[in-house]
């Protein structure tokens, strides 16, 4: 009589996708380094250069202000940023090729990723927000922590599908790190991540107010500010950002490629093995 074959259920293969891109992170120290270290080295750099006092005008110290918003930073560079380009670089690699010829449903592999991603992004917001804490005396309210955490997991949720668009609109591998950090950078010096404009051009707050980096910096910043009252939920830059990630989500379904770009088959063959270990 022929043994029964047990069939893995959907939630172990994202477990198993989850549990190997999580491996793949953290052997590729540059990806680790820029995600969890270079933040923490930028909060040290400005309570260095700034001091840890009270900035003028907001009543909060120094350390209190950014910690809560290189927090965010660290996090949208574990969603957006490594989700685009890590996306792209296995479809150059003939990866999500072979997906699609494994048993794996298509759509368990993106969430393995996608929650990966995610589970870096809280790991990076905890340790940053311990090290401010730790080393710099910023205060937790324990009465907005809900408000904290779903501002998080709604931003979070909002950058992991832009990265994805990203994946989906960039013609190559090569070409998602300069897209990723052309759009990321730029938008996050408008959106008050590094230093707290006084009165910017016009210009510079429509920008920076039609981007969701602002409504998630500036609400997860209100959850960690002692001078503010109640229990901070930022409902209409929560579904601000819902509205980015569920428009995000739905052009990355549509304009998303399976296939490489023509002219990438050195980096299809080179990608077989590998893709063989994320099937397993």
């Known amino acids: 009589m022929a043994e029964k074959v047990t069939r893995p259920s959907i939630g172990g293969l994202i477990w198993q996708q989850f549990r190997y891109q999580n491996r793949i992170f953290w052997r590729t120290p540059i990806a680790a ?3 969890i270290v270079f933040p923490l080295m930028l909060l040290g750099l400005f309570t260095a250069i700034f001091g840890n006092d009270e900035i003028e005008g907001l009543g909060i110290t120094t350390a209190q202000y950014f910690t809560p918003g ?7 560079s574990a969603t957006y940023t490594n989700l685009a380009i890590g996306t792209a670089i296995a479809r150059d690699n003939g990866i999500l090729k072979r997906i699609r010829g494994t048993p794996i449903p298509p759509w368990a592999y993106i969430a393995g990723r996608v929650a990966s ?9 905890v340790l940053m927000m311990t090290a ?7 205060q937790i309210i324990a009465r907005t922590l809900p408000a904290a955490l779903l501002t998080f997991v709604v931003g ?7 990265g994805l668009l990203v994946a989906a609109l960039s013609p190559n591998g090569d070409a998602a790190p300069a897209i990723t ?5 730029p938008i996050a010096f408008i959106s008050d991540i590094f230093f ?34 109640g229990a901070q939920f930022h409902w209409p830059e929560i579904g601000y950002m819902l509205l980015w990630g569920v428009v995000a989500a739905l052009l990355a379904v549509r304009f998303f490629r399976w296939e490489p770009s023509a002219g990438r ?7 077989r093995d590998e893709a063989g270990l994320e099937s397993v």
């Open 33 to 35: 380094f820029f995600t």
């Open 70 to 76: 290189l927090a965010v930073f660290a996090a949208v």
């Open 117 to 125: 991603a995610v589970y870096l992004a809280f790991i990076a917001m």
């Open 132 to 138: 401010g804490v730790v080393f710099y005396g910023v």
């Open 156 to 162: 979070v949720s909002c950058f992991a599908a832009l």
């Open 181 to 185: 950090n052309a759009t990321l950078l």
């Open 196 to 229: 707290p404009i006084q009165d910017p051009p016009r210009w510079m707050e429509i920008a920076g107010d039609f981007f969701p980096l602002k409504a998630f910096a500036e609400s997860f910043r209100d959850a960690f500010d002692p001078t503010l009252t």
């Open 265 to 271: 088959s050195s980096r299809r063959r080179r990608g």
